[in-house]
């Protein structure tokens, strides 16, 4: 079993409706957690980086973290089709080592 | 602030050769991680340098290796290439100064070992 599962997806929506990603992980170590995008054959890009449990809010995205389920989410709001990408999940504990899930496609169609 | 740099973007080897490839981190920057990714494997952690030092390793074996320069640059060498270290390989860069740090990717070097 992978440390970090993620929902491999294809999640298609409509433009304007509420994403919800998640992640569930096993390892307690894990203390931040962090959510990137990566457009087709570019490198991943930072959108959310959380420390503590709760919410997060950036925009049109806030990332939520439930330490005592292992289980982070990420939402998107006003979903737009510029939004299409693969959006993985990393958490680290102590160290710089990021751990990341399998990544969730996402199709946002006008 | 420019980001994350990797040469070169793309590379075609053939099985056997050797592969170097290089990633100039964020100014201020002296921490640098070098990931691979796969389609079937996804991103997975191949090593850390900070400050010319190799700090953390992943479950890669001994044909991977790196190095870091004292301006922070890195190069990540890859020797007696096969068909599966076929993927994108990723540079990310940190400050590493505060816990709470995080890092930031480059573009990435796509390699097809044929």
């Known amino acids: 079993q992978k440390e970090v599962e993620q929902d491999p997806g294809p999640l298609s929506v409509p433009e304007g409706a509420i994403v919800s990603l998640n992640c569930t992980y096993s390892?307690?170590?894990?203390?931040?957690f962090m959510w990137y995008r990566q457009y087709s054959r570019k490198g991943p890009e930072l959108l959310m980086y959380?420390?503590?449990?709760g919410n997060k809010e950036d925009g049109r995205f806030t990332a939520q973290v439930d330490k005592s389920s292992k289980y982070i989410s990420l939402f998107i709001r006003d979903s737009q089709p510029s939004d299409s990408a693969t959006y993985l999940c990393?958490?680290?504990?102590?160290?710089?080592?990021?751990?990341f899930g399998g990544g969730t496609r996402l199709m946002v169609k006008p | 602030k420019a980001g994350v740099t990797q040469t070169p973007r793309y590379l075609i080897k053939t099985r056997g050769q050797q592969v170097t490839l290089s990633c100039s981190p964020i100014?201020?920057?002296?921490?640098v991680s070098w990931y691979q990714q796969t389609p079937g494997q996804g991103l997975q952690f191949l090593f850390e340098?900070?400050?010319?030092?190799?700090?953390n390793k992943g479950n890669f074996p001994g044909r991977f290796s790196g190095r870091q320069f004292s301006n922070s640059r890195s190069e990540m060498n890859v020797s007696t290439l096969e068909l599966g270290d076929s993927a994108l390989y990723l540079c990310?860069?940190?400050?590493?100064?505060?816990?709470?740090?995080?890092?930031?990717f480059g573009p990435g070097t796509r390699l097809t070992v044929l």
């Open positions: 990310a860069s940190s400050l590493r100064e505060v816990s709470t740090d995080t890092q930031y």
């Open positions: 959380t420390y503590s449990s």
């Open positions: 390892n307690s170590a894990f203390q931040y």
């Open positions: 340098y900070f400050s010319e030092t190799q700090r």
């Open positions: 100014s201020g920057h002296r921490s």
């Open positions: 990393a958490m680290r504990g102590a160290g710089n080592m990021l751990t």
